[in-house]
């Protein structure tokens, strides 16, 4: 069922507005697990979406290996090694898991701690939710203390429900989402032209920002990194869902207006989210 349209308007009305006297511990501490050898990008492109979005203390978990890479691509973040992390989860305000973080086989493991423990919002997306199919861990994932985010574009929604790419494909992208929500409790983002958010309510919404544009790598990345920052900065679940996808959508179609569809990079996306922000505070 098709409950409604997430438009800028709505985001408007959610986005918290800014005290004078706010500081950066008031603006969200989140963590981004994310980002391997070879795919330090997705970390890089999570961190700066986050930053670019409001998120006032970002920090990233890397193999130590690309602590380099990580504190040249985002210098505002800080670096967590992974080799051992044993982190307090609940001095985060929002954790996502993800991005880039590569197919280790103790992931699994470490998805399933922080959803049993953690109390804040964890966002699931890329080898996060990879992790979780090969895994098994759907049941994990209903039973999770958090409040949890998943962000499967198609392919990942197929592991996740055990079908072939093509058989996934073939459902209505409404009942899909609904089936993910019935697997795994979470709100579910079907990324997408026409991203989908459902909700274990029974809820369900149709993004009406974006363009083939963000057809592009990355641009997934941008989007964890969005939704986690909003959830740090106190947006219930649905609305960080919800206005997650309606903000990188906006920055999609300010970015395709100054640079085409063509050229439109997941790192431009990155600076537009910001614009996108500013014009929605604009309302
Ligand atoms: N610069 C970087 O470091 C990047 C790292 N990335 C990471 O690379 C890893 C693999 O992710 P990928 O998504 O590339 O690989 P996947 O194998 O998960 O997904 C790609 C496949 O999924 C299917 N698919 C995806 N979206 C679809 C759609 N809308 N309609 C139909 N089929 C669709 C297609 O079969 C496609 O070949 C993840 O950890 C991801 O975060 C990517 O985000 C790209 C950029
Ligand atoms: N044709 C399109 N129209 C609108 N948005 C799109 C389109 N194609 C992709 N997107 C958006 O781009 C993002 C792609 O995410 P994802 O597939 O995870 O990419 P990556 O893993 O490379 O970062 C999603 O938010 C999706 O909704
Ligand atoms: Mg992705």
Redesign the pocket.
């Known amino acids: 069922m098709k409950d409604g349209l997430i438009t800028l308007e709505y985001v408007n009305t959610v986005i918290k507005r800014r005290d004078r006297s706010i500081h950066k511990g008031d603006c969200g501490r989140i963590l981004l697990i994310a980002g391997s050898l070879g795919?330090?990008?997705?970390a890089v492109l999570c961190g700066r979406a986050a930053l670019r979005s409001g998120a006032g203390l970002v920090q990233i978990a890397v193999p130590e290996e690309l602590f380099p890479i990580l504190q040249m691509g985002v210098p505002e973040a800080t670096c967590v090694s992974r080799k051992s992390l044993n982190l307090d989860w609940q001095r985060y305000d929002a954790i996502a898991v993800?991005?880039?973080?590569g197919e280790d086989a103790e992931h699994g493991e470490l998805i399933r701690r922080i959803a049993r423990e953690y109390e804040g919002t964890l966002v699931l997306d890329?080898?996060g939710l990879?992790q979780a199919a090969r895994n098994h861990l759907q049941e994990d994932l209903r039973k999770a203390r958090c409040s949890l985010i998943i962000s499967p574009?198609?392919?990942?929604a197929a592991r996740l429900l055990d079908m072939e790419?093509g058989q996934a494909?073939a459902w209505d992208r409404q009942e899909l989402a609904r089936l993910l929500v019935e697997k795994t409790n979470a709100i579910v983002v079907l990324k997408?032209a026409e991203t989908i958010v459902a909700t274990p309510e029974g809820t369900s919404y149709t993004n009406t920002t974006g363009n083939p544009g963000m057809a592009t790598?990355?641009s997934?990345?941008v989007l964890t990194g969005i939704i986690t920052s909003l959830s740090g900065q106190g947006l219930l679940p649905v609305d960080a869902a919800k206005a997650g996808v309606c903000l990188h959508g906006l920055a999609g179609d300010l970015g395709a207006d100054r640079l085409g569809e063509y050229g439109l990079t997941a790192g431009d996306l990155t600076v537009m989210t910001a614009l996108a922000m500013k014009k929605i505070l604009l309302g």
């Not at 993800?98 to 973080?101: H, Q, V």
């Open positions: 795919m330090a990008g997705a993800g991005p880039g973080l890329a080898d990879n574009h198609i392919g990942e790419v494909g997408g790598a990355g997934g990345d």
